[in-house]
Each structure stands twice: as structure tokens, then as C-alpha cells.
């Protein structure tokens, strides 16, 4: 088996979570949701994409068979450290990849009602997530094991949507 240095953000995602223990592709889907979804979206198909690569590099090795021929992956040693040099990479700026702002950017192609409609779901689903992200950091202040790190990720959850929230605001929709 060969040992991976570098691997990508899914990748290094699923690694952390991992940290916690054994766990299936559907238990990795819902935890990576729960976890990261206020700012990094990990899909189904990227998971079961990204399992049997980092278990062919020796990152994770097959555990417990469950229910429904259920797999479930454990992280390995290798992984650990393939995780740890992620963790410790230099790299560019964050980019912002949202397909709703770009939307918005280009909303002046649509009409009237469509932009009203966009508008609408925008702030729908961004009032969601601002609640779940208030939920959120409200568990990483109470949480005895949570870190100064997972509080401050939680606050730029609330921040960050409710900066959505405003700029939808600013909108005029005529």
C-alpha cells in the first residue's frame, strides 16, 4: 500500500470525521451533513467516490459488514497522518462556490416574478440554515469538549448566513 501525503478537502473531510470511529457511507453522508453543512457540502456520490480511493491508498480499511451489506470504514494509521499533513498544508485562499449567489448575479435575466421567486427561496433556505446554525453554536458553548476552534466555525456559520439574509435584503425585486 502506498501512503498519500497530500488529499483533497472531501477526502480530508471524511478523514476527520472518521476520527470519531468506525463508520458506514450513509453514516459518513449524514455526519459530514450535521458537521459541515453550514459551510462545506460533502454529496452522497462524493463519499462512495472518495471511500474505495482512500481505502486502495491504505488511508481506511474495511471494518464490520452491517445490515443490508452496509460497509463500514475505519481509519488507519496512514490515514491519521495523511489527514494530519492535510491539516498542516499551505494552500491558496478559500474560495466561495455558491450556485444561489451566482443566481442572484445573474438574475437580471429573468423576469420579474422569477426573481421574486428566487428571492423567496433564498431567504426560505437561508432562514433555515441560520436557525440550524444558531442551534449549532449554542452546542459548541455548552459542549464540554468543544474547542475554542469549533466555537468560532459555529459563530461563522450564524455570521455567514445571516450576512446572506441581509444582502437579500438590500435586493429590489422589480
Known sequence: ?????????????????????????????????????????????????????????????LGSQGPRASQQYVLTPAGRRAFKAWLNAVEGADQLRSPFILRLLHAGSLTVRQRRALVARGREDYTGRLTRAEEAAKYADSSLSATPYARAVAEFAVAHNRAVLTLLDTLSTD
Open 1 to 61: 500500500m502506498t501512503e498519500v501525503n497530500t488529499v483533497n478537502a472531501t477526502a480530508a473531510a471524511l478523514l476527520g470525521l472518521l476520527h470519531a470511529g468506525p463508520m458506514t457511507g450513509g453514516q459518513l453522508v449524514s455526519s459530514a451533513g450535521e458537521r459541515y453543512g453550514t459551510f462545506f457540502s460533502v454529496t452522497r456520490s462524493q463519499v462512495y467516490r472518495e471511500l474505495p480511493v482512500l481505502a486502495e491508498a491504505g488511508l481506511l480499511r
